[in-house]
């Protein structure tokens, strides 16, 4: 089993930064592609940014320029710099990892979620 624990949300002010983390522990023999989701009330959960093992990242067109994604293999943690954030960024953020275990099965594994909230 694999456990993906986020943390960094908060409240932040129109403009302001955060940073969210997201730590994957268990049975793990690699984790291939890790990202962030997001889902703001009444909406569908969407991506916001996703970062493969090797290869070039991507973002939402409406993140693009100022949310970063970087992984660190080492910690098999996934973060998200979030600067200039804006009220339409409130939502609840998932980190979501595909992960082969020794058995080199994989499976998708969800983050519980974080809450950022954005005050104009």
């Known amino acids: 089993q694999v456990q993906l624990v986020e943390s960094g949300g908060g409240l932040v002010q129109a403009g302001g930064s955060l940073t969210l983390s997201c730590a994957a522990s268990?049975?793990?023999?690699?984790?291939?592609?890790m990202g962030w989701y997001r889902q703001a009330p009444g909406k569908e959960r969407e991506l916001v940014a996703r970062i493969p093992s090797g290869g070039i990242t991507n973002y939402a067109d409406s993140v693009k320029g100022r949310f970063t994604i970087s992984r660190d293999n080492a910690k098999n943690t996934v973060y998200l710099q979030m600067n200039s954030l804006r009220p339409e960024d409130t939502a609840v953020y998932y980190c979501?990892?595909?992960?082969?275990?020794?058995?080199?099965?994989?499976?998708?594994?969800w983050g519980q979620g974080t809450q950022v909230t954005v005050s104009s």
């Open positions: 979501n990892a595909l992960v082969t275990n020794y058995y080199h099965t994989s499976f998708r594994y």
């Open positions: 268990g049975s793990i023999f690699s984790i291939n592609a």
